[in-house]
């Protein structure tokens, strides 16, 4: 069984690095096989060009890495920051050019993309780790949860994986040593769960 980590936050030593360590040692520990990329390190390029989105193909071999190896990823694992309560633009840009159309989704025959998708992706479970600083309790108020809105109902709902799971570790900035050990903990402990129930 595989795992595929993706990491998208700019800063090395950051707390979402911490986190995608800690669900990396998870669920290795729980034997699972884990593929990790962080995209600020690979120089994932989010930027879909024409050529691209008219064939659904990539001429960039990463994205067709991507693309092959989320394809049969029994457990996904996102982590990033919540800017603007959404991910960085690194990681919408990866969904837009990694979940298309033939690898995460596609439709009925004969629909020609007028009905709904059907799911192509093999993940049992998706977990997403983001942190802010708004306290989730001030958000929710007033903006609703845009973060599980946009993975949880159009993302991955629309790949077939009915089992996402949304943990937002907030207010980041205002929390000492041991509650953000306590939250790594939590990551883990999650990651964990999902191993063994695969």
Same mark, same amino acid.
């Given at each position: ?135 989730? =309790? ?9 973060? =599980? ?36 903990? =939590? ?12």
């Amino acid at each position: 069984m595989t795992a595929s980590i993706i990491l998208a936050h700019p800063r090395r030593g950051s707390f979402s690095h911490a986190i995608a360590e800690a669900a990396e040692q998870a669920l290795r520990a729980g034997g699972t096989a884990v593929l990790c990329h962080d995209l600020y390190a690979e120089k994932f390029d989010p930027v879909m060009g024409a050529d691209e989105a008219a064939s659904r193909v990539s001429a960039d071999p990463l994205i067709e890495r991507h693309c092959a190896e989320i394809a049969t990823a029994r457990i996904i694992v996102l982590v990033h920051p919540n800017w603007w309560s959404g991910p960085p633009a690194i990681l919408k840009g990866w969904a837009d050019r990694v979940l298309r159309p033939g690898v995460a989704y596609g439709f009925a025959s004969g629909d020609a993309g007028k009905g709904a998708p059907v799911g192509l992706l093999k993940a049992h479970k998706v977990l997403v780790f983001a942190s802010a600083n708004m306290p989730r =309790e001030a958000e929710q108020a007033l903006l609703g949860n845009p973060l =599980e809105t946009l993975w949880k109902k159009s993302v991955f709902a629309q790949c077939g994986v009915g089992d996402c799971e949304l943990r937002i570790f907030s207010p980041l900035a205002a929390v000492d040593a041991v509650q953000r050990e306590l939250w790594l903990q =939590e990551a883990a402990r999650l990651c964990a769960q999902a191993a063994a129930k695969a």
